[in-house]
Each structure stands twice: as structure tokens, then as C-alpha cells.
């Protein structure tokens, strides 16, 4: 596996190798300053911005729905960053297997924003974390999950553009990704929604969950429903029997 691996990475005909080169190209191009821009952006940029969504998303969600939408939404965001892990320790066996080397390491020419990189190339780590930490955003909630899937494409970009993988490396990390958090959600779902709707009763951990303020005005608005009285039923009185003379 290890020597075809080589083999198509050595083969120039390779539509693989040519679009490396042509997104890797680009580097080569443009500005220092935008290179080193791509660099932070590629290796910390793009998943600082996925938490930082994370955190916007569990924001909103407990400010809107009920109380049974919330502990849903707030359970698959939990499960978005523990997808992103589980997938990183599947991609660990799939790495040694594969053997892949580095591109930079098999083809000269190209422009490699980031060194150090001495580990096998297939399947991207990073493409793998952002596409299963997008997958489950979008399980909890579409609009996020939109910005999170956008966010995991512009990563597999940059790990190309940064010539540290293939691009089948990333189309690989996005499979993994996606196949990790979406085909374990039932599961995982199944063992966290108990568990934030615990905490979302908890008196002191509800927060988390829900807002203390949207629960204060839901439970106001059910305690005046309740308080507005029934339409009489029964026949009119004698105030009335008056009025009808």
C-alpha cells in the first residue's frame, strides 16, 4: 500500500499531483505577506474560528425554541468536538497503513509555508477535525452548520495552498469527518441528551442549557395563562336576567 501510495505520488500525470501544483502555485505568486497570512490561517486560524462559531451557536441556541429544543441543539454541539476527537484517534491506525509521505518530500518545486511537518500525509488531520466539528454543527443547528461546512472547506484549501497534503488528503479528512460524526450521532445523541436535559434541570447548571432568562419569561407567560379565567359555562344569573328584561 505503502509503495503505491509513492507511486501515484511520483506520477506527474497524476490529477492529484496537478492540482497541487496548481493550488500550490498560487503561493508561489502571491505576496509574503499574504503567504504568512495563509500559514496562520491554515494551521490555527481556521479552528479558532470554529470554536469561537461553537460558542456563538450554543449562544443562540439557548436563547430560542423550548426547552426540549435546546437540550437537542446543545447535546449535538457537545458532540461536534468529541466527533472531531474520536476521528483524529481513527485517522491514527489509517496514517500507519497508508504511509503516505508528504508532498514536499516526494516533489520538488513547491512552496511549503509551514516546516516540521514530518508525519504521513494521508489522511489530513486538520481536514478531519473542522469537517467532523462542520458536521455536527450542522446536526444541531442549519445556519451555523453552513458557516462551519464553509469554514472546513476553506481548511482543506489551506493545507493544500500551504503544500503540507495532497488534495486527496483533505477529501480523505472530510470523509473520515463527516462519517464520524454523522454516523455515530444517533448513538452519541442517544447517551448526551439525557445528560443535558439532567443539567438543564439542575438549579445551578441550567445555564448551560438554557437561558435563565428565556425560562424566567416561558414560565411567566405559562403562570398568566393559567391565571386568565373560563368563559362561564353555566346559565346567565340574575345580573343578567335583569338586563335581558
Excluded at 11 to 39: K, Q, T
Amino acid at each position: 500500500m505503502a509503495g503505491l501510495a509513492a507511486e501515484l505520488a511520483a506520477d506527474g500525470s497524476n490529477p492529484d499531483v496537478s492540482l497541487l501544483y496548481d493550488i500550490n502555485g498560487l503561493a508561489r505568486d502571491a505576496p509574503s505577506w499574504f503567504d504568512r497570512a495563509m500559514e496562520f490561517v491554515g494551521e490555527y486560524g481556521i479552528m479558532l474560528a470554529m470554536v469561537l462559531l461553537v460558542l456563538w451557536c450554543w449562544w443562540s441556541v439557548r436563547r430560542r425554541g423550548t426547552r426540549e429544543d435546546s437540550v437537542a441543539a446543545v447535546a449535538s454541539l457537545v458532540w461536534a468536538p468529541l466527533a472531531a476527537g474520536i476521528a483524529l484517534l481513527v485517522n491514527i491506525p489509517i496514517r500507519g497503513f497508508v504511509e503516505r509521505p508528504r508532498p514536499f518530500l516526494d516533489h520538488q518545486g513547491l512552496e511549503v509555508l509551514v516546516g516540521g511537518k514530518t508525519d504521513y500525509s494521508f489522511v489530513s488531520d486538520h481536514a478531519t477535525m473542522a469537517m467532523a466539528i462542520g458536521a455536527g454543527v450542522f446536526v444541531a443547528h442549519r445556519r451555523f452548520g453552513f458557516a462551519a461546512l464553509g469554514l472546513a472547506l476553506a481548511e482543506g484549501f489551506c493545507r493544500v495552498y500551504m503544500g503540507v497534503h495532497y488534495p486527496t488528503d483533505v477529501v480523505g479528512g472530510f470523509a473520515l469527518g463527516t462519517a464520524v460524526a454523522l454516523l455515530l450521532a444517533p448513538l452519541a445523541l442517544a447517551l448526551l441528551t439525557p445528560v443535558m436535559s439532567a443539567v438543564a434541570g439542575s438549579s445551578r447548571l441550567s445555564w448551560l442549557v438554557r437561558s435563565k432568562r428565556v425560562a424566567t419569561a416561558g414560565a411567566a407567560d405559562r403562570h398568566e395563562t393559567l391565571d386568565i379565567p373560563e368563559p362561564r359555562t353555566e346559565g346567565a344569573g340574575p345580573d343578567d336576567k335583569d338586563l335581558a328584561a
